[in-house]
């Protein structure tokens, strides 16, 4: 009987003990627990009122508040959401060599890739000797494997590479008489190693490419690749709004009506961008009327705000181009921020043709808040955008589906007339495309499949250039 009311009395005191052991020696140990939390505390809090599924929340009790910022975030959020994202605060850009590639295998060598540029930052180390269609068949002395591969995305020291051309090969063995001959494409290397100067931390211009390009019947038309909705820099807040400014006053002074935009690795920024390139592009007519609308929670209505094509916001250089014809060059990768000015311009402007694949479909709005004891930013979904019909949007789609990437002989760098979306458009302002049924030409036919696409660190890294965000 006593053996037994020992354990009784001891599986109390046990608990005393532990629960005393926080306190033990006159020393409070929760603000120690409470450290662990208070990230993941901090962004339930900012979420519990700001964002646009709050109902959908679970409360503190139901949560793991010791998770890593991504994995707590994955936990709490809508089903619906996929937006919404955590990100820790960089001072400093990460070192780059500045160009992304695809991996595509090597037919002649099994455990071999060849890699293919696919953009490249102005200005990088890499801009020195690589363009977007160059192919990279050797780091150092070797050829491109998983282990040698590590040297291009994760390498800091100048790198050797050996550079290849897709183009025509003779057949191994002679054609087989009365047979057609097959047209065989390889990846061939051409000339000496290059060098690529060492990685260095790189800061990517959102107006990457701009041209003027002629027509056929000697009218002019605007081209702009433009890759991220950002007004500037943390030393010049509106060095890039500028060149756009600047942009679209030298088409005004020649007359342009006529743009393709492209917009194909455009993820997106802040709204206020997409305002104003939607101010220059819309026909007059619409000047300083509704292009849409913000709406929030229903703990933040006093938020909600109508956009304007705001003719204040081209000051102090930009115009309005009056536009008649607009042709965005869009893709999988295009979402949120672009998406929202061709929906907005949508209907407006005379002639809007997209060209390429259908975009990603985002109709909220996410905001930053940084907790600068941490470094981490949280950015919740926080509204919903709607046209100046106050209709939401999905994706949008493409009056001509083109695919980018079929043709390794036209994957040329941005601005090229001959690059297959590029060239696309020019066609149809041209009116030759799309081309007669009896002028179809079939494509080249050996592709490869990509095995693999990488971006830098810095290539197209913007610090507001996810989604469609709200300063």
């Known amino acids: 009987m006593m053996t037994k009311l020992r354990k009784i009395i001891l599986i109390p005191a046990l608990v005393i003990v532990f629960i005393s052991g926080f306190f033990s020696c006159g020393v409070d140990r929760w603000p120690e627990y409470a450290h662990q939390t208070a990230l993941d505390t901090w962004l339930l809090d900012i979420m519990q009122q700001n964002y646009l599924w709050y109902q959908e929340l679970p409360s503190y009790n139901d949560v793991n508040l010791f998770l890593e910022p991504d994995q707590f975030l994955s936990k709490v959020k809508s089903k619906k959401d996929s937006y919404s ?54 780091v150092d002395t070797s050829y491109i494997s998983k282990k040698y591969e590590s040297q291009l995305l994760q390498g800091t020291e100048p790198l050797e590479v050996t550079l290849g051309k897709y183009q025509l090969v003779p057949p191994a063995e002679p054609p087989v008489e009365g047979e057609e001959e097959e047209e065989i494409y390889r990846v061939v290397p051409i000339g000496e190693p290059v060098e690529i100067g060492a990685a260095v931390p790189l800061v990517d211009n959102p107006v990457h490419c701009k041209e003027i390009l002629t027509l056929a019947d000697g009218t002019e038309v605007g081209y702009l690749m433009y890759n991220s909705f950002i007004a500037g820099t943390k030393d010049n807040l509106e060095k890039y709004n500028n060149e756009l400014r600047e942009w679209s006053d030298e088409l005004s002074q020649k007359n342009i009506n006529k743009v393709i935009l492209d917009l194909r690795y ?16 819309a026909p007059s007519y619409y000047l300083d009327q509704t292009m849409a609308f913000l709406e929030y929670n229903d703990k933040n209505t006093a938020k909600d705000a109508t ?41 407006k402007i005379r002639e809007l043709i997209a060209i390429g694949s259908s975009s990603k479909g985002q109709n909220v709005a996410t905001e930053q808040f940084i907790n600068e004891e941490f470094r981490w930013s949280i950015n919740p979904v926080v509204s919903t955008i709607y046209n100046s019909e106050h209709d939401t949007y999905s994706g949008f789609k493409p009056t001509y589906a083109v695919n980018a990437s079929t043709d390794y002989l036209t994957f040329l760098p941005f601005g090229d007339e001959k690059e297959t979306l590029l060239s696309v458009a020019l066609g149809v302002l041209n009116k030759t495309y799309p081309p007669k049924e009896e002028e179809t030409e079939e494509t080249t036919k050996a592709q490869f499949k ?20 709200i300063k």
């Open 307 to 347: 956009l304007t094509f705001d003719s204040k916001l081209l000051s102090p250089s930009g115009k309005n181009l009056d536009l008649t014809t607009l042709i965005v060059l869009i893709s999988g990768e295009t979402a949120g921020a672009p998406e929202m000015l061709i929906h907005c311009l949508n209907g």
């Open 266 to 281: 455009n993820k997106g920024g802040s709204i206020d961008c997409a305002q104003l390139l939607s101010t220059m592009l």
């Open 85 to 138: 994202f955590v990100d820790s605060v960089m001072e400093t850009p990460l070192p780059s060599y500045g160009f992304d590639y695809s991996l595509v295998r090597n037919p002649d060598i099994d455990t071999a890739y060849n890699a293919l540029i696919t953009y490249v930052i102005p200005g990088s180390p890499a801009a020195a000797v690589l363009k977007r269609g160059d192919w990279i068949v050797k």
């Open 450 to 469: 990509i095995e693999k696409s990488v971006s830098s660190p810095a290539s197209r890294r913007f610090t507001e250039g996810s989604g469609l965000r």
